[in-house]
């Protein structure tokens, strides 16, 4: 069964400095997907980023990118110029494309904190 | 585009009532919706898959008698709490997409208490 972990429970950030949220996964497939998805106090849940593991280039979405690092099943985010609004738990997501299931499977968050 | 509404946003029923959650695929078509609870500074934890014509395919531990889920439609998808007591108050969250490539977009979510 694949699995996601953010080891980081908690960060906190800088306003306009650049932070970087950690996630590995467990995973058999050689075709998924990745995601990363913000949920701020508002609790509504927010896609932020995603990625196929059959595309070497990571992506990137203004001022979030992602190091993707299939060899070593690790997905991680980075924020630059961080925001107050960007202060929220950020969740990392699979998805696997192998089997007949559409679920999405989370990691247990990371909890980013903005210091003005 | 893509958008998912939720309704309730919060209710509070008496601990031995039932009440429904719709979630709602305002611009497109879901085949599939799934259904979350999270407790609070927790993850999603996935209670359900809906389907579209067809019964719900239940995550382990979950109990289907207590949380019914009806996806009657393309377009709406409701989850009933059955008999609901304290334990069941939980943030519930449903999902969708119109291409899972691209994402899913999730409902605003429903705060229940149960008194």
């Known amino acids: 069964a694949q699995t996601v972990t953010q080891s980081q429970p908690e960060m906190s950030v800088q306003e306009a400095e650049t932070v970087t949220l950690s996630c590995t996964y467990d995973t058999s497939e050689s075709d998924y997907y990745l995601f990363w998805y913000k949920q701020p106090p508002s609790r509504q849940m927010i896609l932020v980023i995603r990625q196929e593991a059959y595309k070497q280039q990571n992506a990137t979405e203004n001022r979030f990118s992602v190091n993707f690092q299939k060899a070593a099943k690790s997905f991680s985010l980075k924020i630059s110029d961080s925001q107050l609004g960007d202060a929220a738990m950020y969740f990392c997501a699979y998805r696997s494309d192998e089997t007949s299931y559409d679920k999405v499977i989370f990691g247990p968050g990371t909890s980013l904190s903005v210091i003005p | 585009g893509a958008v998912v509404s939720q309704h309730p946003s919060w209710v509070i029923c008496k601990s031995g009532t039932s009440v429904k959650i719709e979630c709602r695929s305002l611009?497109?078509?879901?085949?599939?919706m799934f259904w979350y609870r999270q407790f609070p500074k927790q993850s999603l934890m996935l209670m359900a898959t809906s389907n579209e014509g067809s019964k719900a395919t239940y995550e382990q531990g979950v109990e289907k008698d207590k949380f019914l889920i009806n996806h009657a439609s393309l377009t709406l998808s409701t989850l009933t709490v059955t008999s609901a007591h304290p334990e069941d108050s939980s943030f519930y969250i449903c999902s969708a997409s119109l291409i899972f490539e691209y994402g899913y977009t999730f409902g605003s979510g429903t705060r229940l208490t149960v008194v």
């Open positions: 611009d497109f078509q879901a085949t599939t």
